[in-house]
């Protein structure tokens, strides 16, 4: 969504992408859509501004490519009338051993917050060693944070920029209960990690006050759990009635 009513689409066409910026009844505004050449996979955000900021996959070569990485993860942005703004596209590697998720996201204000990753221990693990929040701002500026462990299942990215992610803890072979993390620019968040019982723990939901809620899957049940900021317990656990076979 951006403001005023309208939306922001985006969808690829062969090797392209075309974004779109559309009024209150579907019909694209002057000057849109425009095409975007080389880039897929992308993911629009909008700003408070009016503007947008697509974070995409741009191919730099075409055909085969001996490595199997023949492009980057490239942020453009552009203004309401579909002209690029300064200090714009920026550029990250894409693919191992470093790179960004960029399908992880999010416009807080008036800057792009997602997860910059680096090192691999184990590259059939699919998980890095490190995780750092990467801010790209409004000027094209990238303001890299502190480095943190890398969790197993990283990152979804709260309203306020701070990353969360989760790893299942092994205790003597078994896997009953998982840690989560909280980390922003500054490193890991006061009062995380924390240990929740479950092995399976669902993605954040985010409530009022910078609240935090996980689900997770207990005894063939569920177990609903809420956090404050400081990973405080907000609320005792609540288990559901109904049984999740």
Sequence with gaps: PAPDDRL???FTRNDDTV?????????????WPVVMPNASDCLPLAAPDGSVRLACFYATATGECSDGFCGEDRLFALDATGDPLPGFPVSFPFGLPSGIDRH??????????LTEFDGWE???SGVPNERSIAEIRSNGNVVLGVRVPAPE???????DGVAYGSSVVDEDGLQLRTELIAFDA????????????????????FGPHGQVV????IDAGSRIARFNPDGSEAASALDPSFSLE
Aim: charged share 10%; net charge negative; proline share 10%.
């Design 214 to 217: 996980y689900a997770s899957w």
């Design 19 to 31: 974004l779109a910026l559309l009024d209150g009844t579907g019909a694209p505004l002057p000057g």
């Design 186 to 205: 500054h490193g890991m968040r006061p009062g995380w990690p924390i240990i929740v019982d479950g092995s399976s723990v669902s993605h954040p939901s």
């Design 8 to 10: 922001w689409v985006a």
């Design 122 to 124: 184990d590259e059939g």
């Design 104 to 113: 992880s996201a999010r416009m807080v204000g008036g800057s792009v917050i």
């Design 153 to 159: 299942k990283c990152c979804v990215i709260g309203p």
